[in-house]
């Protein structure tokens, strides 16, 4: 990979990763809501498996998508369905500790599996392994995946931080209810232009 087009996959990496989508919108819930040290799973969780998404993409799932449109279709639902269903168990979210239905933060595994349904996280893999791999190889999707693993993790930990910023002034009941409510809405939004742009 030479020197210009590494530059240009780093500028692509943080501009996807960096900027509003479902990952960040639950991030910023997450911060407020458990603060960065139990955030740090959902985190990694991110990061690792978006970077193991990329890899595996590189090495044969977007020809299916190309060969069998309807998967491309099945994905958008699936994705749709989960999104709103997340959307609803943050506007419903009690506050942490709070009785049998308090809120726990996203695990690790959970993050990780959750970029398969997130339709930012396959239009970024898809533009990447398409765009910034010269000569197709395991090699190259490989270093694909480790320029976005580099880079998504310090780009999403802004989104963390922001949320900890807000979790003082969220003290009150009433307050974390319509942030959560705000964040159950912006995540439902952050679905359109993901969803209304060809993968």
Not at 144 to 170: D, E, H, M
């Amino acid at each position: 990979m030479t020197h210009e087009l590494i530059l240009a996959l780093l500028g692509f990496a943080f501009v996807t990763s960096v900027t509003p989508g479902p990952n960040n919108m639950m991030l910023l819930a997450s911060g407020a809501n458990f603060g960065f040290r139990r955030t740090l799973p959902h985190m990694l969780g991110i990061s690792i498996g978006h970077a193991v998404m990329v890899f595996l993409v590189g090495l044969g799932l977007a020809s299916v998508f190309k060969a069998w449109p309807p998967a491309l279709t099945a994905l958008k639902l699936v994705s749709v369905a989960y999104m709103l269903w997340l959307a609803w168990k943050i506007a419903h979210a009690a506050a942490p500790g709070e009785g049998k239905e308090a809120a726990q933060p996203m695990t690790f595994l959970q993050a990780a599996a959750f970029q398969w349904v997130n339709p930012k996280a396959w239009a970024m893999a898809l533009t990447a392994v398409s765009a910034y791999v010269a000569v197709p190889s395991v090699a190259a999707y490989a270093a694909v995946a480790g320029v976005f693993a580099l880079v998504n993790l310090p780009s999403i930990t802004l989104w963390v931080v922001a949320g900890q910023v807000v979790r003082g002034w969220l003290t009150g009941p009433g307050r974390l209810r319509a942030f959560n409510w705000t964040m159950a809405v912006l995540l439902v939004l952050s679905l359109w232009p993901t969803l209304t742009t060809k993968l």
